[in-house]
């Protein structure tokens, strides 16, 4: 018999997150040795998780997986969102109207205002959370939402306080978060008329730090009139309720948002799957076995310097000391014997260290620790994104996937949010006419996004080296290499600013001004030798006088 269907919102909220959690529950036993080996300190099990500061690396005994992971963070970080050099660019996709330069200008505008307002948010320091609950977990989320100091406020999530759904496109629309606040915090975000009973009295009661569990909701509205513009009927809805809250139609507050608020980006995906695979999902085998590895060593250092040992019974009872040049005394008589080890302890730890080496370069290899270490390592200032794809052009490939992901789920939408955000605040320039009812696209120049388009750049390399050498034989076959557009998309596949590379207009221009100049050039050459022929056309004999003015005669009866 088919159970009956909740009547209330409150209803309806709490059996679709029951849902969540079920359709989650086959990932939290993995998450959690993740946790447990890689990163302690990261993901919530339980509500009761928050603000713990007891020991949790009992687990681990070699850190390794954890430094692996943080470079791996770190990389990304460096090589994707760094705060230390552009990262993307705006763009409009009729190449065009890029050429015109107010169009150029405005975009460039807004790209700096862009980065100021990521400079002066959390966003560099989500995106760093958010890079290692990917390496970690294959899966992250934040939600991003406005803020009246600086725009945007970013909330990083971490695995197991929350639960997501996607649409029939694979992309993530439902957000489902449990988390707890303190009563103090809870009055001061909605306010002492939104809250329940409970917490009223908790707050009169002065007991501001006792924890309330909220569960906040993200999801499509369904049932929205689309006439009205007001929050309450926008495309997503946002609703935070009391978890224990004994009234059903009680919300803490209800509101919406034009578009998902929420970046949810995935390491990898296998088919339909909801939640993402990792680097750390990968690694947890050998970091596993690290961990055991290093506890047999540490035993068997122990057994070659404090071994069992077996003492004569006529020491029972007596003084024994086993410290470095203690005293113990015995009958020399006694059958016993002295103090001698149960067994003879002579362990080769080499081969042991041998396999923990190689374990630990597989982890590190895991991480593409060896690519991001090379980039760090390399103290050169001039070091170009070329070389870096040379020099591991297979890492590189192997990445890109992966960075192709990130850039889809997690900078794009985030850009997207934040230029909605600007625009809804009224701090963006007045856009140029031509602009108007025109898309604004964002493209990638990371260093990392350099280094993948850069790869391209070798096949365009041998083109021109094939092209020159023939050319040595057959002059006439550099007719067929277009200049103009090797030089446009050797500088886009580098991701140099098109502000150094001349539009097609100022380039028209200056060849107009150097052909002009060159033909003023060959006039001035060939004045000396026009004067020459004029003079000896005038020292010329004729019947009539002489050559000069018979020719002018001639045009002039003309």
């Known amino acids: 018999m088919q159970g009956s269907q909740p009547t209330t919102k409150r209803g309806r909220y709490l059996a679709r997150w029951a849902a969540l959690k079920n359709e989650r529950s086959s990932w939290i036993t993995h998450w959690e040795e993740i946790s447990d080996n890689l990163m302690p300190r990261q993901g919530r099990f339980v509500t009761s998780d928050r603000n713990k500061g007891d020991k949790k690396h009992n687990t ?52 700096v205002l862009m980065r100021e307002v990521f400079a002066r948010s959390n966003f560099y320091r989500s995106m760093h959370s958010m890079y290692k609950e990917l390496g970690g977990f294959g899966t992250a989320a934040c939600i991003i939402l406005p803020d ?49 009973e409970a917490v009223k009295n908790a707050f009169e009661n002065v007991r501001l730090d006792h924890w309330i569990t909220v569960l906040h909701i993200i999801e499509p509205r369904k049932d929205r009139d689309l006439k009205k513009r007001d929050a309450k009927n926008m495309a997503f809805k946002s609703c935070y309720m009391e978890l224990s809250s004994p009234d059903d139609d009680k919300m803490l507050r209800e509101s919406g948002y034009k578009r998902f608020p929420a970046i949810c980006p995935r390491w ?90 190689d374990v630990r370069d597989r982890i590190r290899q895991a991480f593409y620790v060896d690519l991001f270490m090379m980039i760090a390592n390399d103290q050169r200032s001039n070091i170009t994104a070329r070389e870096i794809a040379e020099r591991h052009e297979e ?23 934040t230029f909605e955000r600007l625009a809804e605040s009224g701090v963006l320039p007045p856009p140029p006419p031509e602009l108007q009812g025109m898309e604004v696209n964002v493209e990638f120049v990371s260093m990392l996004a350099q280094a993948q388009r850069a790869v391209a750049t070798g096949s365009i390399d041998r083109l021109l080296g094939t092209v020159g050498g023939l050319a040595q034989l057959k002059p006439d076959v550099l007719d067929k290499i277009n200049g103009d557009e090797i030089v446009d998309a050797y500088a886009d596949m580098l991701g140099i600013d098109p502000d150094l590379i001349a539009s097609d207009e100022q380039v028209m221009q200056t060849r107009a001004e150097k052909a002009k100049a060159m033909q003023a050039q060959q006039m001035a050459a060939m004045a000396p030798q026009m004067t020459d022929m004029a003079k000896t056309a005038s020292e010329t004999q004729t019947e009539g006088g002489n050559l000069l003015s018979d020719l002018t005669r001639q045009f002039t009866q003309l």
């Open 60 to 111: 681990i005994y070699d850190s390794t997986g954890s430094k692996a992971l943080n470079t791996l963070a770190s990389g990304l970080m460096a090589g994707m969102t760094s705060p230390a050099r552009p990262w993307f660019r705006l763009a409009v996709t009729d190449s065009k109207l890029m050429q015109s330069s107010a169009v150029r200008l405005w975009l460039d505008d807004v790209g």
């Open 148 to 196: 009246f100091d600086n725009i945007i406020h970013c909330h990083p999530l971490t695995v197991g306080e929350y639960a997501i759904a996607t649409n029939s496109k694979g992309q993530g629309d439902t957000l489902y978060r449990e988390f707890d606040m303190t009563v103090a915090q809870v009055v001061d975000e909605f306010g002492i008329e939104n809250v329940s």
């Open 268 to 357: 990898d995906v296998t088919g339909g799957d909801i939640y993402g695979d990792s680097p750390g999902m990968e690694a947890l085998g050998d970091v596993m076995a690290l961990q055991h590895e290093q506890l047999r060593k540490a035993e068997c250092i122990d057994y070659q310097t404090k071994p069992p040992l077996q003492i004569p019974t006529a020491l029972r009872g007596g003084e024994a000391d086993l410290l470095p040049g203690g005293q113990s005394y015995y009958d020399s008589n006694a059958p016993s014997g002295g103090i001698r080890s149960a067994f003879e302890v002579n362990l080769n730890l080499q081969h042991l260290l041998m396999d923990i080496q």
């Open 395 to 417: 890492k590189l490939l192997m990445l890109g996937p992966v960075l192709e992901r990130l850039h889809n789920e997690m900078l794009a939408p985030a850009v997207d949010l």
